[in-house]
């Protein structure tokens, strides 16, 4: 029986060895039936020419500008869904696989025709008995959302939930059919939260997601997003910071019929206010000015 095929999505943003180390693990891979779209994003270190010297097998997309995780991943997309493609993996640089990752994954999917996409079990790199991410959990009474068994240590015969509220795009296997009913990411996110917005799309239209505790693959947390060198301002981005406060305000905005109308904005207050009270203790104040854009530009989006 012939395996579905598969597109896999990496993007690369001036993060040449996590890049490299990624597809050197994907290399392991005991699925035959994919092909590998190397997307870079905009870097400015030569990062995207040189793997793909490195890798000319690859299809390759340059762009000229840093588009996000949603304008980056769309980019690819759109080439697979002209192609025979059955199913998009979308797959974080940041991470590495085991060999048979992607082989329970596709299983899953094939197994259960309700389910619209499916993540793996995301385990830390730096600490691999630890879970980093085993799905997520939303509450639409506050609006937030939470990432189920993080920090736990893993076991084999831990419990997991093997459906999800919604689904990590850190690794996330797509069915092409259900991204042609449902439509693209959402590029207005940039990053954060897109995620979580295509999760809730994809249930409005009956479709379960899913976990798949036997796929595992390990993750350097924030090993995109984070600054190389560690400042007053600490190692996330001050940018991070604003896209996590505008784009959460952003979510419950463009579904205020599956939230509550009330609820969420009191999470709000309460996140928003912590954020800054925090950096100013801590006298990180470019923060501290971003996370009070996010929140003026997420109340105007």
Not at 95 to 111: G, I, K, Q, S, Y
Not at 206 to 229: A, C, F, M, T, W
Not at 270 to 296: P, T
Request: with cysteine; charged share 20%.
């Amino acid at each position: 029986m012939k395996q579905p095929k598969v597109a896999v999505i990496i993007i690369n943003w001036n993060t040449y060895q996590l890049t490299f180390n990624c597809l050197k693990s994907l290399e392991a891979c005991t699925y035959q039936n994919l092909k590998i779209f190397l997307v870079d994003n905009g870097s400015v270190d030569g990062s995207g020419d040189k793997i793909y010297t490195e890798f000319p097998q690859l299809n390759y997309i340059k762009n000229t500008t840093n588009l996000g995780f949603s304008g980056g991943n769309n980019g690819a997309i759109k080439q697979a869904l002209k192609q025979d493609f059955d199913y998009v993996l979308l797959l974080n640089s940041d991470t590495e696989v085991t060999p048979n990752f992607l082989d329970h994954l596709v299983n899953r999917m094939e197994a259960d025709q309700t389910l619209a996409a499916v993540q793996p079990l995301i385990l830390n790199y730096g600490k691999r008995d630890t879970i980093w991410n085993a799905g997520g959990t939303l509450n639409t009474f506050f609006g937030w959302t939470m990432t189920r068994k993080k920090g736990n240590v893993y076991t084999k015969d831990l419990s997991i939930d093997k459906f999800t509220d919604w689904i990590s795009g850190c690794s996330i296997l797509v069915k092409t059919d259900v991204i042609k009913e449902v439509g693209l990411l959402d590029v207005r996110f940039f990053a954060y939260f897109e995620d979580v917005d295509w999760s809730i799309r994809m249930k409005a239209k009956d479709y379960q997601l899913g976990v798949e505790p036997r796929s595992i693959i390990y993750h350097h947390e924030s090993g995109s997003s984070k600054k190389n060198n560690k400042s007053k301002e600490g190692a996330l981005s001050p940018y991070a910071h604003y896209l996590n406060v505008r784009n959460h305000l952003f979510l419950i905005k463009k579904h205020t019929p599956f939230f509550n109308h009330i609820g969420p904005w009191i999470y709000q207050i309460y996140k928003i206010s912590a954020y800054l009270l925090y950096f100013i203790l801590r006298g990180r104040f470019e923060k501290l000015k971003m996370v009070w854009r996010g929140l003026i530009d997420g109340i105007k989006y």
